[in-house]
């Protein structure tokens, strides 16, 4: 459902990612862990095409994102680590703009919306303006915009940013629930522990270089830890990737 073929980014004195290849099956949730300035956000913008790469492709259940964006956009919902959300608008009158770009009917968005409102413990706010929401209220608004369309893919930059523990254990479950549906999660995330709990496969990004992926046992075998959690593991490999590149 997600390939990365040699994916790569230069500024104009930084490799912000480098030379990375990944390709994330359908029902998979995929951690994507790393130190500050390794390559997440990057690595993240490029497959929501929200950014070029400088060399390398992006495809999105078949479709690559260079040749076709509009195409491949559609199959995915992005929740980015910061809400940028309309606060003149109520919570329902920003879902209805989202219904549009995506072309949904009226009445199909409708009853989805009410569905994801209550899911995600919004409901009694859906008619009150955006810039009355708590960030953590936010945070849920946007996760609800990008589950609208039943996107097949979803691309989550840092998800449980300003979430309260009752939120934290209801997105981790939705997260479950979409996966066992055959929606692929792409999670970027500096919570190990998030990481460790509904991650399938892991992959730890260094700078800019995918240094490991696999399952936390095969990562486990990988730093030569067997019982180690997965911070003890993260720690152990990129300790052993820190010589300048």
Same mark, same amino acid.
């Given at each position: 459902m997600i390939v990365?073929?040699?994916?790569?980014?230069? #500024?104009?004195?930084?490799?912000?990612?480098?030379?990375?290849?990944? =390709?994330?099956? +359908?029902?998979?949730?995929?951690?994507?862990?790393?130190?500050?300035?390794?390559?997440?956000?990057?690595?993240? +913008?490029? *497959?929501?095409?929200? &950014?070029?790469?400088?060399?390398?492709?992006? /495809?999105?259940?078949?479709?690559?994102?260079?040749?076709?964006?509009?195409?491949? +956009? =559609?199959?995915?919902?992005?929740?980015?680590?910061?809400?940028?959300? #309309?606060?003149?608008?109520?919570?329902?009158?920003? @879902?209805?703009?989202? =219904?549009? $770009? #995506?072309? &949904?009917?009226?009445?199909?968005?409708?009853? +989805?919306?009410?569905?994801?409102?209550?899911?995600? =413990? @919004?409901?009694?706010?859906?008619?009150?303006?955006?810039?009355? #929401? /708590?960030?953590?209220?936010?945070?849920?608004?946007?996760? $609800?915009?990008?589950?609208?369309?039943?996107?097949?893919?979803?691309?989550?930059?840092?998800?449980?940013?300003?979430?309260?523990?009752?939120?934290?254990?209801? $997105?981790? %479950?939705?997260? %479950?629930? @979409?996966?066992?549906?055959?929606?692929?999660?792409?999670?970027?995330?500096?919570?190990?522990? $998030?990481?460790?709990?509904?991650?399938?496969?892991?992959?730890?990004?260094?700078?800019?270089r995918l240094i490991?992926?696999?399952?936390?046992?095969?990562?486990?075998?990988?730093?030569?830890?067997?019982?180690?959690?997965?911070?003890?593991?993260? *720690?152990? @490999?990129?300790?052993?990737?820190?010589?300048?590149?």
């Amino acid at each position: 459902m997600i390939v990365l073929n040699r994916l790569t980014k230069r #500024y104009t004195k930084t490799l912000a990612v480098n030379d990375l290849s990944l =390709a994330v099956p +359908k029902g998979e949730i995929f951690g994507f862990i790393g130190p500050n300035g390794a390559g997440k956000t990057t690595t993240i +913008k490029m *497959m929501a095409g929200l &950014m070029a790469p400088t060399s390398g492709s992006v /495809s999105i259940c078949g479709i690559d994102m260079a040749e076709n964006p509009r195409e491949a +956009k =559609a199959r995915i919902g992005f929740i980015p680590d910061r809400p940028y959300l #309309y606060e003149k608008l109520t919570g329902m009158e920003f @879902l209805k703009f989202i =219904a549009r $770009v #995506y072309g &949904m009917v009226p009445d199909g968005f409708k009853e +989805k919306a009410q569905f994801l409102l209550d899911r995600f =413990a @919004l409901a009694d706010w859906a008619d009150d303006l955006i810039e009355a #929401y /708590s960030h953590g209220m936010c945070q849920r608004l946007v996760m $609800v915009a990008a589950l609208l369309h039943d996107p097949e893919v979803i691309i989550v930059d840092e998800p449980m940013v300003g979430l309260d523990p009752v939120a934290v254990i209801l $997105v981790k %479950r939705i997260f %479950r629930e @979409l996966a066992e549906k055959g929606v692929t999660l792409f999670v970027s995330t500096h919570s190990l522990g $998030v990481a460790q709990d509904v991650c399938h496969r892991i992959g730890i990004i260094h700078r800019g270089r995918l240094i490991a992926t696999g399952s936390l046992d095969q990562l486990r075998e990988r730093a030569r830890a067997a019982d180690a959690d997965l911070e003890a593991v993260f *720690m152990a @490999l990129t300790a052993e990737n820190s010589n300048p590149m």
